[in-house]
C-alpha cells in the first residue's frame, strides 16, 4: 500500500511555543489530506480536511487559529499547533486517500506540551 | 451521514481461542467498509477493507470480516489469535466520493492471554 510518513514522532515543548508536525505522501500524490487527534484510549477525532491549494475545512469546534494547516504541495501538509498549552497534549495522526477508498495513515506524532 | 458502532470496548481471548469484533454501521448510501489496526503509540495499519464483489474479505494474517448488508455489520473474525494480535481494532466506513470522511467506530481492544 502507499506510504504517509508524519515527523516528528514525539515532540516535547514548552507552553506557549508552536509546534509544527509535517505529513508527507512519499509514493503518491495527495490532493486532500486528513488530521486526526486521538486521546488516551479513544478514538480518532477528525481536525480539519486540508485541501492543495485551498482552505483547509475544520470540523466544528476546532479552532482554526490554534490548528494551522497548510497544504502547499501534492505531497505535503503540516500542521502547527499555535501558542500550545498543556491541554493540547495528544497523538495527532494524518492520513491521505488511496485509490480504492482506503486511508493511508502516518505513524502518529505525540505531542507533549510542559 | 454515517456512525459506526463498536459494542465491545474490550474484547479478552486466551492465545489461538477464535475472536470475533463486532461492528455495525448506519448510512443512507453505499460505503466501503475497512478494519484498521492500531499498536501502541504508532498509527493505523489497514487490516482488510470491502470495496464491492465477495462479502468475505481476508487480510494476509488470518483476519477475516464478512460484509452483511441486511444486518449492515462487518463483523471482524480470527479463528485462532496470537499474542501478536495485542492491538487495539477500529473499525471505518467511508462514502465513494474521495473527498469522504472517514468514520471511526470506538475500538476495540483485544487482549491475549497466554
Known amino acids: 500500500g502507499a506510504v504517509v510518513s508524519q515527523h516528528p514522532s514525539r515532540v516535547i515543548c514548552k507552553s506557549g511555543t508552536s509546534v509544527k508536525i509535517e505529513c508527507r505522501s512519499l509514493?503518491?500524490?495527495?490532493?486532500?489530506m486528513f488530521w486526526y487527534r486521538q486521546f488516551p484510549k479513544q478514538s480518532l477525532m477528525l481536525m480539519a480536511t486540508s485541501n492543495e491549494g485551498s482552505k483547509a475545512t475544520y470540523e466544528q469546534g476546532v479552532e482554526k487559529d490554534k490548528f494551522l494547516i497548510n497544504h502547499a504541495s501534492l505531497t505535503l501538509s503540516t500542521l502547527t499547533v499555535t501558542s500550545a498549552h498543556p491541554e493540547d497534549s495528544s497523538f495527532y495522526i494524518c492520513?491521505?486517500?488511496?485509490?480504492?477508498?482506503?486511508?493511508?495513515f502516518g505513524q502518529g506524532t505525540r505531542l507533549t506540551v510542559v | 451521514a454515517q456512525s459506526v458502532t463498536q459494542l465491545d470496548s474490550q474484547v479478552p481471548v486466551f492465545e489461538e481461542a477464535p475472536v470475533e469484533l463486532r461492528c455495525n454501521y448506519s448510512?443512507?448510501?453505499?460505503?466501503?467498509l475497512f478494519w484498521y489496526v492500531q499498536y501502541p503509540n504508532q498509527g493505523l495499519q489497514l487490516l482488510l477493507k470491502y470495496l464491492s464483489g465477495s462479502t468475505l474479505v481476508e487480510s494476509i494474517n488470518g483476519f477475516e470480516a464478512e460484509f452483511n448488508k441486511s444486518q449492515t455489520s462487518f463483523h471482524l473474525r480470527k479463528p485462532s489469535v496470537h499474542i501478536s494480535d495485542t492491538a487495539e481494532y477500529f473499525c471505518?466506513?467511508?462514502?465513494?466520493?474521495?473527498?469522504?470522511?472517514?468514520?471511526f467506530g470506538s475500538g476495540t481492544r483485544l487482549s491475549i492471554r497466554p
Open positions: 471505518a466506513v467511508r462514502g465513494y466520493s474521495s473527498a469522504s470522511k472517514i468514520i
Open positions: 492520513s491521505a486517500g488511496g485509490t480504492e477508498g482506503e486511508a493511508f
Open positions: 448510512s443512507s448510501v453505499s460505503v466501503y
Open positions: 509514493d503518491f500524490q495527495a490532493t486532500t
